[in-house]
Structures are given as C-alpha cells and as structure tokens.
C-alpha cells in the first residue's frame, strides 16, 4: 500500500512538472506572460528582471547565459521553480558620482561658494570625491560616497539624467548640473562611460510539491 502511495505521489509530481513545462512553451512574449500571471491566483509566480551588472547569482548567471526561450528548473522540498527568459537585450546605463546640495536651506550664493570649494579641494587632492559626498551632499546616496550605481534612463531627476545622458564628459572630469525648479544643485564626478548591458525578463513558476 505504501508503495502504491509512493508511486501515485511520484506520478503526481512528474504530471504537475509536464504541465508547468507545458506552460512554460507556450509563452512566447511579455504580453502572453502577462496574461497568464493574470490568470493565475499564486502570488509567487512573477515576472523578473535580472542584469548582468547587478545580478551575481549563480541562477542570475546561469539565466543570463542562456538565448530567449531557454529554461532553468530547481527544487527544495516543498516546491519545483521553473525560469524561462522571454525577452534578451541590451541597454544602455549611465554610472556617476554626485553630491547635492539643498538650494533650500542654502542661498545660492552659499550653494556656489561650497562647490566652488567642493571643486577645489578635489582638484587639489585634498579630498577624495567619496569623502566630499559624505561631509556635504544631501542625498541618500552620500554613505556610497556618491555613487549612483548603473542606472538607466527614468531612474533619476530628470534634469540630472538629461546631463549624464547627454554629455560629452570624459573620465574624472568634475562639472556642476542646476535644477533651479527643484532648487537642487549638483557636483558631478564622470565616473565611468556609458555601456551597453545586457538584461532579461524571466517567467518565474512555482509549483507546490504535494
């Protein structure tokens, strides 16, 4: 009788993994995984977006590796995961230092007086940029010491993004953005140069062991 149970269990597993690949196959783009994420009630189905300049994961790897289409399954005890890329491409980020000063409680005499001496100490070598972060910007980021990490368009203020992504700036070069609506005024530090990233859209599946 165990034996009997053991097999219908097993039975069970190997029919709910043919139907979760059966699935899987017929999702060809973002637009049909959508749709079938709409239809179904688990909320660990999902779509995800891994790159390779944020993402180490030996599965994040292992994803990224693979063509559109192409597949990963894992296992714990209590459920099988299956991954499939839907979408493949590339896309440009951006990657800078900056320090922000508030306009707000500062007079703009006062804001063009310190990056004037933000400028300076830098050049002078009196300071690393990251240590000038830390003691004068405002904004969140100063812990990093400034760095924004790769980012890609729509993920910043708009009038910072449009310099960064507009620029002509060589490496190490220091240069100050205005956003005079917002009263936010800015020390930037070209980093790195622009790069091409490549990132995917992955279908994530759970399927309960039972």
């Known amino acids: 009788m165990k034996k009997l149970i053991l097999i219908l269990c097993l039975f069970t597993a190997l029919l709910q993994a043919q139907n979760a ?33 944020n993402h180490k994961t030996t ?3 292992e994803l990224l590796e693979k ?11 209590f459920e099988t995961i299956h991954y499939k890329v839907i979408e493949k491409y ?26 004037q001496n933000i400028i300076s100490k830098y ?32 993920r910043m203020s708009l009038i910072l993004e449009e310099a960064v992504v507009g620029n002509t700036h060589t490496i190490n070069d220091i240069y100050t953005i205005d956003d005079a609506e ?10 790195h140069e622009p790069k091409n990233i490549k990132e995917i859209k992955v279908l994530k599946i759970v399927e309960p062991k039972k």
């Open 21 to 53: 690949e059966k699935e899987l196959d017929s999702i060809l783009d973002i637009n049909q995984a959508e749709a079938f994420l709409a239809e179904k009630s688990n909320k660990a189905n999902k779509l995800i977006t891994f790159n390779e300049a």
């Open 59 to 61: 599965l994040a790897k």
């Open 67 to 77: 063509g559109t289409g192409g597949k990963v399954i894992t296992e714990t005890d």
């Open 90 to 115: 590339e896309i440009p980020h951006y990657r800078v230092s900056y320090i922000l000063l508030n306009g707000k409680t500062m007079t703009l005499s006062e804001v063009n007086t310190t990056r």
């Open 123 to 154: 050049k002078k070598g009196l300071f690393s940029f990251s240590q000038l972060a830390k003691q004068y910007s405002v904004s969140r980021n100063a812990t990093r010491g400034g760095d924004t990490g790769w980012f890609t368009q729509g």
């Open 182 to 191: 917002k009263q936010w005024y800015y020390v930037v530090l070209q980093t």
